[in-house]
């Protein structure tokens, strides 16, 4: 079946640490998004990319970083200069970055720091 | 960005209609309006989306109010797995249209 996959569900983050989190698409989708979602809040807008070797700044990109390489993958690095990485972590991607396009999602990462 | 205000929580019984309002007054004439739901620990799901007629899918139906400025998700027979938390989103015609901004939606909690 056609999807996003995050990996790994679960991710801890010693202080000092980098981590990177996958994200994987197999919908031939041109645009592909990352959100951080805080409990009990909405999502917010991290990195965004609306075609393969492109992004762009959200509307939190501090302490993040991403590459879009190929198409299908975008994954998301949580650098040390990130004070409060604690969340959860999601991707999605739609056909393009049109306002009438849904986008979909994976099933998210969870980070926690040790 | 034009914005949208929901109720915080709503209750339903199982097998029976939900009717889920979304106010969004300051709506511009191109600007889409988008339902997602979200179950816990989970990504969100894309619902529904309209412009200016109703829509209707598997999942439910749209309600677009003539003067655009409220819309209302409909969801035909509850049942358990629709407890959820449901966002009504608008994306707007500028280059930022492609983002999903999420405001704090409505929880929605099903009763047997």
């Known amino acids: 079946d056609g999807g996003i996959t995050q990996s790994p569900k679960y991710l801890f983050r010693k202080e000092g640490q980098n981590v990177t989190l996958s994200c994987e698409q197999n919908?031939?989708?041109?645009?592909m998004y990352w959100y951080r979602q805080d409990p009990g809040q909405g999502l917010r807008l991290i990195y965004y990319?609306?075609?393969?070797?492109?992004?762009q700044k959200g509307d939190i990109a501090e302490g993040y970083s991403v590459s879009r390489e190929k198409k299908e993958s975008f994954p998301l690095t949580v650098t040390s200069a990130q004070k409060n990485p604690t969340a959860f972590y999601l991707c999605?991607?739609?056909?393009?970055?049109?306002?009438?396009?849904?986008?979909?999602f994976g099933d998210g990462t969870r980070l926690s720091i040790l | 960005d034009a914005k949208t205000t929901q109720p915080n929580s709503m209750e339903s019984n199982e097998e029976e209609p939900v009717h889920l309002p979304c106010n969004h007054s300051?709506?511009?004439?191109?600007?889409?309006i988008h339902w997602y739901r979200q179950l816990p620990s989970q990504g969100p799901e894309y619902v529904i989306h309209?412009?200016?007629s109703n829509v209707n899918n598997r999942m439910a139906s749209l309600a677009i109010a003539e003067d655009r400025k409220s819309s209302t998700l409909i969801l035909h027979r509850a049942t358990l797995r629709d407890a959820a938390v449901y966002y009504c989103?608008?994306?707007?015609?500028?280059?930022?249209?492609?983002?999903?901004?999420f405001g704090q939606g409505t929880e929605l909690s099903v009763k047997p």
């Open positions: 999605a991607s739609s056909i393009d970055w049109g306002r009438n396009q849904p986008q979909h």
């Open positions: 919908l031939n989708h041109d645009a």
């Open positions: 990319s609306q075609i393969v070797n492109d992004f």
């Open positions: 300051t709506i511009s004439g191109t600007d889409y």
């Open positions: 309209g412009l200016t």
């Open positions: 989103i608008l994306r707007d015609q500028t280059n930022q249209g492609g983002k999903l901004i």
